[in-house]
């Protein structure tokens, strides 16, 4: 096993990851051992650090730190979202709940922010939640109804107000909610990196191949290295289950994307000079698509069951087509080569969309499992285990364990067949929304 990424996401700066790269070279011992340097696992070290000043605490990470889903994602902060089951009355206690967790993430990703003065390209724009076909002008509705009885502002838009907003005629009708904030995920991650204090020890390109627990203590192998840590705290998100972790509870999906190269002036004319916009799809397969302040278009359309660990050429290229297929619907006039660039990223499901927070063992934790809205959820969750696992207690901790825990999932070669089907479904309903 090992974790191979395409370096070809339009996000990361890869100028910008020269730094120094330390890998494990010996066998440690540690206080807390966190496994993951994406948003939960940074977020987790930070925190920590400030708790236990003069614990010896160790992160470790597979890849180059943050080059996970953490930098490869779309770069919305969400404080609502629309297809996770919650569309009607019935569910709207549960919404509740769900949303008070978006929101405590837009706090903390918003005071690590103005602590540590990030550029992220922070921008508080709202998003659309929109579809081609006018006969969702009732989901639209009662999505709208729900949000209105929360108090979040939003209102319906149709194909003319949408066109000037958006600068396509593709979407017919939206919901535009003023909440949730647009920003760059590279940026925000790098910003961690940079965060993270002395008393934390960064290993990179140390992929963790198993552990096990004794008494008083957590073995760790690595290629060549062990760590042994008394507490440990699993922030791998899309790869938890392969390293054993509520196995029967999650699953990865991997997702591609694409970004083009910036507008030129003509292109950008051509369709109204747009300001900065993000398009969720009404229809849960449709495309995510954004246009990023700098006159780039961001679309992703694809997820699928694949092997988490590596996406290779061809297979990117062959989504990177499906990317071209889903811009030229929306804009026809865009030329056939303006995509740049390409990525792959893997994101944590569980089958009734709630997360994983939990101890499982005495002194074992695990956070992660955002069925693909981690931004603000990741940087709270990653936060807050490190409270629980030094054994403190937080209001927010009590609203995290408040919520529905993952449901259990069917084993092999059931789980697979019945997401696959699900992925198909949903592929054939979102039709001409990728
Ligand atoms: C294409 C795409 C678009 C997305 N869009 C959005 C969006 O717009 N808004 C949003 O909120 N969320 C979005 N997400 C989801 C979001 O990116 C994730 O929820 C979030 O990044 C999770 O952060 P994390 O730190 O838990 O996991 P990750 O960033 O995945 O980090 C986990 C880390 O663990 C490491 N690791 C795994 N196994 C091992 C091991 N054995 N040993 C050592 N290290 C290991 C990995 O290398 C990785 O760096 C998107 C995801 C993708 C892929």
Redesign the pocket.
């Known amino acids: ?1 090992e ?1 191979i ?1 395409d370096t070809s996401c339009g996000w990361i700066d890869y100028n910008n990851r020269k730094s120094k790269l330390k890998t494990l070279n010996k066998n440690l011992k540690c206080d807390y051992l966190i ?9 987790a070290a930070r925190k920590l650090s400030e708790i236990e000043k003069n614990k010896n605490i160790v992160l ?19 404080d609502t979202t629309l297809n996770d089951g919650f569309t009607s009355e019935r569910n709207l206690k549960n919404y509740k709940k769900k949303v008070q967790l978006y929101n405590l ?1 837009i706090k903390t990703v918003k005071k690590f922010i103005k602590d540590y003065q990030v550029d992220c390209d922070w921008n508080e724009c709202g998003k659309y939640f929109a579809s081609s076909k006018l006969k969702d002008e009732r989901k639209a509705n009662e999505f709208s109804n729900i949000l209105t009885k929360l108090n979040y502002k939003n209102n319906i838009l149709y194909q003319n107000e949408l066109k000037a907003k958006l600068g396509t005629n593709f979407y017919k009708i939206a919901v535009y909610t003023n909440g949730g904030i647009l920003l760059n ?1 590279a940026k925000l ?1 790098l910003s961690m990196i940079k965060a993270l204090p002395e008393n934390v020890k960064l290993y990179e390109n ?4 198993n552990w096990k627990k004794f008494n008083n203590s957590i073995d760790c192998s ?1 290629k060549n290295f062990n760590i042994k840590t008394k507490k440990i705290i699993f ?6 289950s ?2 054993g972790i509520k196995k029967r509870y999650n699953f990865p999906l ?4 694409s970004m083009t190269r910036r507008l030129n002036d003509e292109e950008f004319e051509a369709i109204g000079r747009p300001k900065e916009w ?1 398009v969720l799809p009404i229809r849960p397969m449709g495309a ?1 698509i954004r246009m990023t302040k700098d006159r780039k278009i961001l679309i ?1 359309n694809t997820a699928e069951l694949k092997n988490p660990s590596f996406m290779n050429g061809l297979d990117l290229n062959k989504r990177a087509l499906l990317h071209y297929f889903g811009l030229k619907k929306r804009f026809p006039s865009f030329p056939k080569n303006i995509i740049k660039s390409t ?6 499901r569980s089958g009734n969309g709630s997360q994983i927070f939990e101890k499982i063992d005495d002194n074992i934790f695990v ?12 940087t709270l ?2 936060e807050q285990i490190a409270f629980m696992s030094s054994n403190q207690f937080s209001e927010e901790i009590s609203i995290i364990k408040d919520k529905k825990k993952p449901s259990w999932l069917p084993p092999q070669p059931f789980l697979n067949m019945g997401i696959n089907l699900r992925l198909f479904y949903e592929r054939i309903i979102a039709n001409s929304d990728i």
């Open positions: 096993m974790i990424n496994v993951g340097a994406g948003l939960t696992g940074l977020s470790v990470d597979a890849q180059r730190a943050g080059e996970g889903a953490s930098s490869r994602n779309s770069g919305y902060l969400v993430g995920p991650i140390t992929l963790m191949l690595f922030c791998t998100n899309g790869f938890l392969q390293l991997t997702l591609t994307a993000g995510t992703r990525w792959s990223g893997v994101v944590c956070a992660g499992c955002y069925n693909g809205s981690g931004i603000g959820v990741g969750f990653g």
